[in-house]
């Protein structure tokens, strides 16, 4: 059912420009940041653990676990971080670090293949007892994406085969010998169709089909469990939360805790495209529409409200408390990517990059050690933070969290990026995003280079041999006035032009060129009228970014500035200074100022004003500061 | 330092209007209907156990305690309001009723004068042992306050040598003994000031010092507090929600629980009064402006806050996660009377009616038998009272609570309300607020006719006996081209109003009459721009309401109606079977509706509507319903 798959990271460069900032950043900072964390090496950071709790579980260290029950995959997903790394940037030192702790993760695996060290420590505890709660298989599926990645990055297959052997005894215990049950977070069914991909080993697509076949159905499983271990507390019957409430095949609307969601649907598209599972996919289809048409935040957020990390109802999506967990746009991301490789439709592209440039990298801050859980779209010091409500509305990025899932996702999605740019598949290379480097495919390489996200203008090179196929280029839905052109040539886009993409067939040889250009002037978006926190508000896009304003640029008491609908809207310079370089936008405004009395007949007064943007992304990387993205207008 | 005080209820008469129909309502539903309830026979409603609890204290009946550890106070709050109702309008039948049920109370006091059933039946508890959260003290506030209004009322003294039993048990333990302490939950404070304004008995004012004296000093009573008997939590050094942080005298901001607040606010008003303590009544004027300037809803709410049902910090005061206690703005209308009698000024008695004609009384049920507990501003559907950070926000009155501390408080307000509307003291007569009926007062009745608040023309006719005084009428802050004339000749009105009271020196004489005329139009109220929510909104009053419009008469999605800066808002005719009895109003507005797509390039499209406004103390007697006070403009 897929359509194409993407291009394996060995044959992507991403190289200089936007996203290869971040990715250096990451190489850089990022990666040996978090193994300085999880050694418990930042002073003033939560503390973490993770390495010393492999260590004791694998009997080379005295001690208690610390942590959540799912801390092993803080590690898991860092190792998948290096591992992209590994694949761009062989680096043998980091490479040999990373085979020293996949030596330690080897050892604190148990004979039968089981690995979770939360429990290998605590013996006490029966294992699988409380998969409602206990996350050991959803620290298995991080494992395994790990020891996937690995193996595609370095050709080792050490990880790879400590997972199997984990997945071994779980198909053992699930399918072979029946054992009821499915994860209560949701993450294995999307790393086990990783793991049959890189083996062929069906056993692994069959046993994530188990687990989404399985869940929801009556009698609901969690029901069942019974277990005097509770992590946070016993089941209340409404596994909406775990997204176990019904069926998946019947899910429609998107519920529950938005992370578990959409890792969920990844998989669920991952089996679809797999086997060419209809049901599953109409499924698919329309909790896409639930998210996109009545649960998404413009920026590429999601899951609304902090009671559950969870998507709220329809069009209940305040910005200021706000959940907007970076994970789950990240799983977002996962989720979309897959949408598009069964149908390459821009209406996925679109969003892989909106959370990438908004909602994904407003959690980290530009230095790359300080994180954002919650992503709000509207801060207000003494409020966010601090007033009830409002308490998981950090206005600062802390070093660490106690519960840090979102830093490593964030650092393997960054590395990962090149893979969700490109794609191939029927005789079609896709280019899915603007992001600096090239490709190997169909014996030639493709390079593009471009200044986006500050320019729109996008150049393809290809090189090596003549080569037919097609080659199809997202245009994005907001572009302005795109054109095409070819060796000089311009091209009819129209006529080209499907659901998003240019398809242009012909025999590419060495040095052809084509050039995609679009106007990318600022432009204003409005909510749905039924999102009640935006009515009579705009926001400001430029490109696939959304822009927001801070205090430090304009003053407190942004709620007081409006932007008159007729105020334009002006693109400044380049400024690569400035936030580690980006395109400010500024506008005439207007600020209200009222006199002393808490109400009063007479109305504000009127000043005029001028309003700085930034990116969203970049807020909150100058010191404790207002910030806004819909003004009124 | 009082300059003057209120008129005993005995000489006070409310006939007819507005408030006459309320009272009527206390009369004849109210009452009865609270005595059904504390007696457990509304089927449907909230348990409450009142009488039960008291039978078994006496030893007249078996079983446990049930309810609150305040729940004694339902009964002491209903006593006050029969005593009121008695004042005005003997009833054989009911003062039977209170005569029996104060005999039960008689017979559940302790032989040492000790009273509250949750301790007399719970033997194994340490009485006075969690001073903190236990509520003893609030409870024999409460019952004090009910011993002098049923003296007052009635002449019998039963319910009055209870409380002083009461008290002077309290005044051996706390002054002669010198045990430490005061309570958690402000109320006695305020009670003991009229226990010894009653009984002329010093020690009672002089405990009711102490308890306001010690408060807050370090070390904090509350630290020192050791018990085992804990109710909701162990003290956590922080007693700004007891606003017993610092000493009183040092307090300048509202902080905390704002009944607690409000109700202590009082007592210190009062104290301040009775010794002429200028370090008090600083305090006071401080806290007046701090609630008034910066922390008080349109309505009269107070109280922003679920978080420990307390103020936020300054303007923060959302519309639709509001708390805005009903007991709150009663215990605001407690303290406003007392800043008045000390200094009459417009500003304290604007408040009161302010409060009174929107957040008292939006309280209550127009059938009087469904109460609200939080006042909110606006309501959605669906949202208030479903999601998180929303379900203290009831969209729809409940019969009962089982903290039902709002319904009695409500009760015994509008039942006491004669005494607020008049005043008299060195020679003058005040009236405070524009209630029909009449009041005997230096030897003549003054009757006082009125449609009030439906329109603005007050006529005063003076009965009896010629009589030399001041006549001091109230000119509401809002009034419009107001005017006056004695017997049909104009009087100057600027050249006798002094901090919005007109004062009339003259010898009055039988069938003198006043005509106080002011405009009353519909007129936008906009708030400080700090309040976040509120900006580029305005709300609709006409003279002392607030409107608010509800689905009901405007369809769904009211957060689109946009009310123009030009559109006349036209005063409707007085309608007497809507919502029993109202002027409603009407604008042009304008709807906003957007297409279906979530975000989009095109602004809204704009509809034009009429919008029609109820007044907000009226909302939600039609059934489920969404309700806005703030419109955009």
Chains 1, 2 share one sequence.
Not at 404 to 418: D, E, H, K, Q, V
Request: net charge negative; aromatic share 12%.
């Amino acid at each position: 059912m897929r359509v194409f798959s993407g291009i394996p990271l060995r044959d992507v460069k991403v190289t200089g420009g936007f996203w290869g900032a971040y990715q250096e950043l990451v190489r850089n900072t990022v990666i040996p940041y978090q193994e300085k964390i999880m050694a418990d090496e930042i002073p003033g950071a939560e503390k973490s653990h993770v390495f010393e709790n492999f260590r004791i579980a694998a009997g080379e260290s005295e001690g208690d676990f610390y942590g959540w029950v799912f801390q092993d995959s803080d590690l898991a997903k860092w190792l998948e971080a290096v591992s992209y790394t590994l694949s761009a940037h062989p680096d043998p030192a980091l490479e040999k670090r990373a085979d020293e702790i996949i030596a330690l993760i080897g050892r604190a695996q148990e004979p039968d293949g089981y690995l979770d060290t939360y429990f290998t420590i605590h013996q006490n505890l029966e294992k699988f007892s409380n998969l409602r709660e206990a996350h050991e298989l959803y620290c298995a599926g991080h494992m395994m994406e790990a020891g996937v990645a690995y193996y595609e990055a370095t050709g080792k297959d050490s990880l790879l085969r400590i997972v199997q052997k984990l997945a071994d005894m779980l198909y053992d215990r699930f399918i072979s010998q029946k054992t009821k049950g499915y994860p209560g977070h949701q993450e294995i069914e999307l790393a086990l169709v990783k793991l049959y991909r890189v083996t062929g080993e069906g056993k692994y697509l069959e046993l994530s089909k188990r687990f989404i076949d399985e869940r929801g159905k009556a009698p609901n499983y969690f029901d069942k469990e019974s277990t005097d271990f509770i992590v946070w507390g016993k089941p209340n019957g409404d596994y909406r939360y775990n997204q176990a409430h019904v069926p998946v095949r019947e899910q429609r609307e998107a519920v529950g805790h938005a992370v578990r969601a959409v890792y969920m649907y990844s998989a669920m598209a991952d089996l679809a495209a797999e086997a060419g599972d209809e049901s599953l996919y109409e499924a698919c289809l329309g909790l896409w529409d639930s998210i996109t048409k009545r649960k998404l935040y413009i920026t590429g957020a999601i899951g609304a409200t902090v009671d559950g990390e969870a998507f709220s109802i329809d069009y209940d999506l305040p910005n200021d408390t706000v959940y907007g967990e970076t994970c789950a746009s990240i799983g977002l991301v996962f989720f979309a990517r897959r949408m598009l490789e069964i149908c390459p439709s821009g209406k996925f592209a679109d969003v892989i990059e909106l959370a990438l440039y908004n909602s994904v990298i407003s959690g980290m801050s530009l230095s790359g050690t300080n994180f954002f859980y919650c992503n709000p779209l509207e801060v207000t010091p003494g409020v966010s933070g601090s007033l009830y409500g409002y308490r998981h509305v950090l206005p600062e990025r802390p070093p660490w969290y106690s519960c840090a899932c979102c830093p490593p996702n964030t650092a393997r999605l960054i590395s990962s990026i090149g893979s969700y740019a490109w794609g191939a598949g029927g005789g079609t290379v896709y280019s899915n995003l603007f992001i600096n480097g090239s490709v190997k495919v169909q014996n030639t390489e493709i390079f593009l280079d471009t200044n986006y996200p500050w320019d729109g203008e996008i150049r393809y090179t290809f090189t090596g041999e003549r080569s037919e196929f097609c080659f199809a280029f997202r245009i994005p839905e907001w572009a302005e006035a795109a054109e095409i052109s070819l060796n000089g040539e311009i091209v009819d886009l129209s006529a080209n032009l499907r659901d998003g993409y240019c398809y242009i067939k012909r025999v590419w040889s060495a040095n052809d060129c084509l050039v995609l250009a679009f106007g990318m002037p600022a432009r204003r978006v409005y909510a749905h009228t039924s999102i009640r926190e935006n009515v009579r508000k705009t926001a400001v896009m430029r490109g696939p970014l959304v822009y927001c304003a801070e205090g430090t640029d304009n003053g407190g008491e942004l709620q007081n500035i409006i932007l008159p609908r007729v105020a334009e809207i002006i693109t400044g310079i380049y400024d690569k200074d400035l936030l580690g370089g980006i395109v400010p936008l500024q506008a005439s405004c207007i600020r209200l100022l009222s006199g002393d009395a808490l109400y009063s007949g007479v109305p504000p007064r009127e000043e005029e004003a001028t309003l700085t943007l930034i990116p969203y992304y970049a807020w909150g990387n100058r010191g404790l500061n207002q910030m806004r993205v819909w003004f009124g207008e």
